[in-house]
């Protein structure tokens, strides 16, 4: 019988089939996906910025100087994401760009003082965020989801070694 708008089509019982609400890389991304946006709407709302905006902002508020590049790499963004986010951020006054004078072709970007206002306003709304996220296990399971997230870790990255 042939799958109609209304009716899914089914695969033969003899083909692998994926569970979303149980494949472990679907749940995480969602569940990345519904604590980013959370996070996103306190800062959208009060200062006009995304979340590969805000990123950038956090990631330069603890490491600063740091080139796009470098970004890329401490986000996990792709370099269209960091380089849409880092011209916006420096059109709206919030980083400043200065070309290096040993390598002409490398930029460095660092939090203007508007930016570190911005920066130093965010991290509590973000951390209590996490507060509350967090609250939902005891600091015994905490604490083992922090363990379980750095081995996960190292293991996604061994993997994409191998590709």
Known sequence: MAATPDSPATAPDDEPRVELERFLPYRISVLSLAVSQSIARLYSE????????????????????????????????DKVQV???????VGAGLLL???????????????????????????????ACEARLLSALTPAEQSELD??????QARARDLCGEA
């Open 46 to 77: 009060r200062f006009g910025i995304s979340i590969p905006e805000w990123r950038a902002i956090a990631v330069l508020g603890n490491y600063q100087p740091l080139t796009a590049n470098e970004i890329c790499e401490r986000t996990s963004m």
């Open 83 to 89: 380089s849409r986010a880092v011209g916006r951020l």
């Open 97 to 127: 760009r200065q070309t290096d004078r040993n390598d002409r072709r490398r930029a460095n970007l660092r939090l203007s003082a508007r930016g570190l206002r911005i920066y130093r306003d965010i991290v509590p709304l973000a951390k």
């Open 147 to 152: 363990r379980l997230l750095h081995k996960l």
